[in-house]
């Protein structure tokens, strides 16, 4: 058996992906729209200042493209709190006129070794990367994609087999190309092994959309993405604040 990598968790996502009933919306009167509005927005308002948690962070994105109209992101400390948040929205007369197409549940994520390569080699909460990672705050970032992914294990090719310090090898050279979009792109990363359908969720911020493309695209050249990444859908936004809710629908 090869070595496990160790991890540290931090806070749950949950991503969740929402259609608008638009010949439905549209059929309301301008005064019924406005007091659906007027509640999302309170709502929003809510999440965006945790209120229902002492720690966590929300944000809203319009996703482009045929696979959602808006998306719901949260972080918060445990899973109840998750949970009670999907709640509170489903109560909201906006989710009437709305359809969940996907989501996504994971838990911030570190791995050990990482943050030892990084001189912490005790109390790692008190390191401020370390927060950063695991109790993530969503940037006031214009932009967002997220993706899921899985490493590779298959006959020919499998991640998990290979020995450790080969693994540290390949994410070493993976990380360098990160490194290279500091301060242009922020990254969240989610590990879901055993809590959803992939590996991990990639949740990535900028101002400038078209960093994306050259990031992955430039990932796309590197071993550990070439020859063990599988992706799946792609699923890009603009961030919506709850004050520009009601001129957004």
């Not at 944000?59 to 959602?68: D, E």
């Not at 969503?138 to 993706?147: A, E, H, Q």
């Amino acid at each position: 058996m090869q070595e496990v990598p160790e991890t540290l968790e931090g806070w749950y996502t949950l991503h969740t992906f929402r259609r608008l009933d638009w010949p439905r919306w549209k059929a309301l009167s301008t005064a019924d729209r406005a007091e659906v509005v007027s509640e999302a927005v309170e709502f929003l308002r809510a999440s965006e200042a945790h209120a229902d948690a002492p720690e966590g962070s929300s944000a809203l994105y319009s996703i482009i493209g045929h696979k959602a109209d808006l998306m719901f992101l949260h972080l918060r400390p445990t899973l109840e709190e998750i949970s009670a948040l999907e709640r509170a929205f489903a109560r909201t007369r906006l989710a009437d006129y709305t359809t969940e197409t996907y989501s996504y549940i994971a838990a911030t994520e570190l791995s050990l070794y990482e943050i030892r390569s990084r001189g912490v080699i005790e109390n790692p909460m008190d390191a401020p990367f370390v927060r950063a990672r695991l109790k993530f705050v969503v940037p006031d970032k214009r932009y967002m994609v997220f993706y899921p992914m899985n490493k590779k294990r298959g006959e020919d090719k499998n991640w998990y087999m290979l020995p450790m310090e080969e693994r540290r090898r390949q994410m070493k050279s993976h990380g360098t190309i990160g490194h290279k979009y500091f301060g242009i792109v922020q990254q969240m990363i989610g590990g879901s092994v055993g809590l959803d359908d992939w590996e991990w969720g990639v949740t990535l911020f900028s101002d400038d959309l078209i960093q994306f493309k050259k990031l992955v695209y430039e990932m796309r050249f590197d071993e550990v993405s070439a020859v063990y990444a599988e992706f799946g859908q792609f699923l890009l936004g603009y961030r919506v604040k709850p004050e520009e809710l009601d001129a957004h629908l």
